[in-house]
């Protein structure tokens, strides 16, 4: 594995000749990995904010219209139940839009939203590309393949993180369950399919923008319609990622968050030590 | 294990067979030959504190400024509306946002451009499939006062004339096509309908537009805005989606001749097309070398509309 931005140097033979002791540093990402993964929230943002102004010109979920209201739109009545129930927000002046004016760039202005959502996309295609180069070039991407085991480490994961509380509670010793591998199988889980997403986020999208002349695409998402659906719970998938992601880096610490930004960890397993030396 | 693997055990086994001849130590070699999908251990480097105190400063100054700069971008490209309601009150309205979210928009419709092909056919459905279309005139429905003295100019033509067409003419001179085909909204809904009329690209051959022509700009005198004023209606097609067999010059919807709602006597029909290019009550088409002005391109859209 070629290491472009550290100096290569053996363990144990350059030591003695530094002044200062070294520090022992694992190599976690690639330069291009560690950009393209950042890019994404700025991009990502730009994608689901002009892709729900986009939804409110014709919403996918509605409804003949209610009564009292008059609104066919599911997202609308979201908005309205919002604004009725949320102390506070009793006097918003447009409660049907209230949705709209928290998750998009907003309601009636679908030519812009293209415009932001074809700019996002391209980007996200180019992003996806820096990525996948980062983890071919870097030798990531192994760290990230499912394997065999993964159904039970990942029950096991599963146990260890719905017990941490309770422990944490009770003040008895939880351990943490072992492996020797980059991730665990959650953790691999969760970065392998985000790729998959990505990859469904941008077939969807041009099954839906290129019906006609890309109509055998559309096809295998079940037709137009379908490929439209399938474009908007797609973009839930993220959501659903980001959430306990941010929440995990912060639980496990500094040396996690440093190391998508510098590279580098500092936490250097005993495993990884002895095979490296081999 | 794979291919390359397998070559670099052979390799590695000739070379220990030609140094050292312990079979015993080289089969323990190859077993411990890692697969290509095999996870390796993270590479170790050590380094002085001093050297990766400065590595991190680099880093997160140079993070820092990409993050500063996402952030300057989407302030600069985020719509004036959006801003406000995060709280940013500041109002520039700058040419180089509008050149900059254009550009993008080209380079999306130079792909649509690419995808296209004359050759490819958009899918046909049966009539149990028909769904229903609604009328989504821009504006208000015209009257259908129109129609009685209904014609159609066509003007650009090799001839160097303007020609003016009825309906029967039109209906006489050309054969009938019909199919049942997806109209796509740049709204995000479509609707499967049933069509019948002249082909575009049989006009085209019988009234042959001036030799240099790219373009077609085909208009509708008789399009109302919001409160039934005149609001013309025009937009831009490139002649080689107006030469492919699927586009029509639609008289008939479902088995019966166009109504007012979906654009009497001739609409066009062009299923490769956003629905915003498929005019209703077509009253005038100019050939041009150069790229027509486009109703909805005016107001932010795109030119091209390929889907």
Not at chain 1, 132 to 149: E, I, K, V, Y
Not at chain 2, 171 to 188: A, D, K, N
């Amino acid at each position: 594995m070629s290491d472009s931005t550290l100096p290569a140097s053996e363990p144990n033979s350059t030591s003695t000749l530094l002044e200062e002791p070294g520090v022992l540093v694992a190599k976690k990402h690639h330069l291009l990995v560690r950009w393209s993964h950042w890019l994404n929230l700025p991009i990502l943002l730009g994608l689901i904010a002009s892709g729900i102004s986009i939804y409110w010109a014709s919403p996918v979920y509605q409804h003949k219209p209610d009564p009292n209201t008059g609104s066919v739109d599911v997202a609308a009545d979201i908005g309205i139940w919002i604004c009725s129930h949320v102390p506070g927000l009793h006097h918003y002046s447009s409660p049907p839009h209230w949705v709209y004016n928290h998750m998009s760039l907003g309601p009636g202005m679908l030519a812009l939203a293209l415009r932001m959502h074809w700019l996002c996309a391209y980007l996200f295609m180019l992003n996806g590309m820096v990525y996948l180069a980062g983890l071919f070039m870097g030798g990531g991407w192994r760290s990230l393949l499912p394997r065999r085991t993964d159904l039970f480490d990942a029950f096991m994961m599963f146990r260890y993180y719905l017990g941490v509380p309770f422990a944490k509670l009770i003040r008895r010793k939880w351990l943490h369950p072992r492996f020797n591998t980059k991730y665990n199988a959650l953790q691999r889980a969760a970065y392998f399919s985000i790729p998959v997403t990505g990859f469904l986020s941008v077939t969807t999208g041009w099954a839906i923008h290129k019906p006609m002349q890309l109509h055998w695409l559309a096809a295998l998402f079940g037709g137009y319609n379908a490929a439209r659906v399938w474009h908007f719970w797609i973009m839930w998938l993220y959501i659903l990622f980001v959430v306990p992601h941010v929440i995990l880096v912060f639980a496990d610490g500094w040396d996690t968050l440093r190391s998508m930004i510098v590279g580098w960890s500092t936490r250097v397993k005993r495993s990884e030590l002895t095979a490296n030396e081999q | 294990m794979n291919n390359k693997a397998k070559i670099d055990c052979v390799n590695h086994e000739s070379r220990t067979n030609e140094t050292a001849r312990s079979v015993a130590v080289e089969s323990v070699s190859v077993e411990k030959r890692q697969g290509l999908f095999e996870e390796r251990p993270l590479p170790l480097n050590e380094i002085a504190p001093r050297v990766l105190r400065h590595r991190s400063r680099r880093d997160f100054l140079l993070f820092g400024a990409g993050a500063m700069a996402a952030l300057a971008g989407s302030g600069f490209l985020l719509p004036q509306d959006t801003l406000r309601r995060m709280g940013v009150r500041r109002t520039v309205n700058s040419p180089a946002k509008e050149w900059f979210l254009n550009r993008a928009l080209r380079i999306d419709d130079d792909v649509a451009e690419a995808l296209y092909s004359g050759n490819r056919r958009v899918p046909t459905y049966t009539k149990s499939q028909i769904t229903a279309l609604k009328n989504n005139y821009n504006g208000a429905t015209p009257d259908p006062g129109y129609i009685p003295g209904w014609n159609l100019t066509i003007d650009g033509l090799d001839s160097g004339l303007s020609i003016s067409l009825d309906v029967r003419n039109l209906m006489t001179r050309f054969s009938e096509h019909e199919q049942i085909t997806r109209l796509v909204c740049v709204e995000g809904w479509s609707a499967i309908a049933w069509w019948a009329g002249l082909r575009f690209d049989d006009l085209l051959r019988a009234y042959p537009p001036m030799s240099q022509a790219k373009w077609a700009r085909v208009e509708s005198s008789v399009n109302l805005d919001d409160s039934g004023n005149p609001d013309p209606y025009f937009i831009s097609i490139d002649l080689a989606t107006a030469r492919h067999p699927q586009t029509l010059l639609a008289s008939h919807f479902n088995g019966q001749p166009l109504t007012v709602d979906h654009g009497a006597p001739l609409r066009l029909l062009v299923p490769v097309k956003l629905g915003l290019k498929n005019v209703k009550a077509i009253t005038k088409i100019t050939y041009s070398a150069e790229e027509p002005r486009d109703y909805w391109a005016e107001r932010g859209y795109s030119r091209y509309d390929g889907v």
